[in-house]
């Protein structure tokens, strides 16, 4: 691998990092400012809202200047985001609560999430060849889980009664801050990784990729949008992964508030320790994405009946109590998570770079991942305000699950008997 390839995996893993800590910093907020059960998945929905609304937009600024500079611009409005959540708790607008001004703020930093994702990923496919993309994705997704993990972990542990205590007694001599709880203390930590990760976007080469003017006009943007959607969509090995991928961030970011909820109410833990059970999640996910590092980018669709099984084994989680049990079964569902997404977003990244641009193709991903995640987030909150049990949700979802990976599985298999030549194409460069 290239240097620059290392220091774009620091600016991931320190960007993503704080990302994770703030959401559960947020909910933590959100908790303090007696805010409904039902905004938790609604805080998830705010970040992603923008990955939508802006996706005809972000590839086009992701293409227009060298991408670490655009990771740079991106991760300072995260930045401004967070300063926004410290804010808020203290801020009162008349007749309107001040929970909305966390979902308020925590969108913005979803915004910035939104434009920075075109950029983190495109830059793969203009600093490495094809063959080596399954092996760089396999990086990336094992560190931004890896920051996932730490980030769930530490995100509980800053807000937990000793921690919090501890930091809100550190004081700056002469200086009055204005940090009074425990959610505030923990922001302002999560404000400084920020900064760490702006630092490692500032090192990040210039690979040289330029691709021309790019388009200003709205509507023009829009149809070019379109276009880009259509061809990927059209592409029947393009349409496999992007069906995968799909369905894989809309569960995985349903399954993240799910737990927190099935942990509370079914196992009554608290939030701060909660939170380790997304950290046990994400573990499996990372060995599952370097187990995926292994499988050729020709191989790349022999994974997916992998998450049919993913989908069942979630669905166990409705009989475990034990702990030990409950790690078992949160990692394994992780491990099957990481090692058939890998593939998929590889072969999705390949074909994309091949069919499009890198950052219009990941603009492509985002729009149809978060809209995924923004329906699915969408029908649990629904389900939520119904006072469902959570074990029926829980049933619920990994069948539609299980369900969504066979379907695919059998759209793939008409794929190949109507064009036997498909995974000749796999590999294909540019042209």
Not at 219 to 236: N, P, Q, Y
Request: charged share 10%; hydrophobic share 55%.
């Amino acid at each position: 691998m290239k240097r620059g390839f290392y220091t774009i995996m620091s600016a991931q893993f320190f960007s993503s990092l704080a990302d994770n800590m703030l959401f559960i910093a947020a909910i933590q907020t959100l908790l303090l400012l007696n805010g409904p059960e039902w905004l938790t998945p609604l805080l998830k929905w705010c970040f992603t809202l923008s990955y939508v609304v802006l996706a005809a937009f972000v590839g086009a600024f992701a293409d227009s200047r060298p991408k670490g500079k655009v990771m740079f611009a991106t991760n300072t409005l995260k930045i401004f985001g967070c300063a926004m959540i410290f804010l808020s708790a203290g801020v009162t607008i008349p007749g309107v609560e001040s929970y909305w001004l966390v979902l308020f703020a925590y969108a913005i930093v979803g915004l910035g999430a939104a434009a920075y994702s075109p950029a983190k990923y495109g830059i793969l496919t203009e600093l490495l060849p094809a063959e080596q993309l399954v092996v760089a994705n396999g990086w990336i997704e094992g560190l931004t889980v890896a920051s996932i993990v730490l980030g769930n972990l530490l995100g509980g542990v800053l807000i937990s009664p000793e921690i919090s205590t501890r930091l809100l007694r550190f004081d700056f001599p002469f200086i009055d801050t204005p940090v009074d709880t425990g959610p505030e203390a923990a922001i302002v930590v999560i404000g400084f990784t920020y900064v760490i990760a702006a630092c490692f976007n500032l090192a990040i080469p210039d690979t040289g990729a330029r691709y021309g003017q790019q388009q200003t006009n709205p509507l023009r943007l829009l149809a070019d949008f379109s276009h880009c959607f259509h061809t990927l969509w059209r592409d029947k090995l393009g349409q496999i992964s992007l069906a995968v991928t799909t369905l894989f961030w809309g569960a995985g970011a349903t399954l993240q508030v799910l737990t927190l909820r099935w942990a509370e109410k079914q196992l009554h833990l608290p939030l701060d320790r909660a939170s380790i059970l997304l950290g046990v999640s994400a573990i499996g996910i990372t060995l599952g994405a370097v187990l995926a590092a292994r499988v050729p980018l020709k191989k790349s669709l022999s994974v997916l009946p992998v998450g049919i099984a993913m989908g069942l084994v979630v669905m166990t989680l409705v009989w475990v109590k034990w702990m030990p049990a409950v790690y078992l079964v949160l990692m394994l569902a992780g491990a099957m998570a990481g090692y058939f997404v890998v593939p998929m977003n590889a072969l999705l990244q390949h074909r994309g770079h091949v069919l499009l641009t890198a950052g219009h193709s990941i603009a492509v991903q985002n729009f149809n991942e978060n809209a995924s995640i923004l329906l699915m987030l969408a029908i649990y909150a629904l389900m939520i305000r119904m006072h469902l049990p959570i074990n029926v949700i829980i049933v619920i979802f990994g069948a539609f699950v299980a369900g969504s990976m066979l379907m695919i599985l059998k759209w793939n298999q008409a794929n190949h008997r109507a064009d036997p030549t498909l995974d000749q194409r796999i590999g294909e460069a540019k042209h």
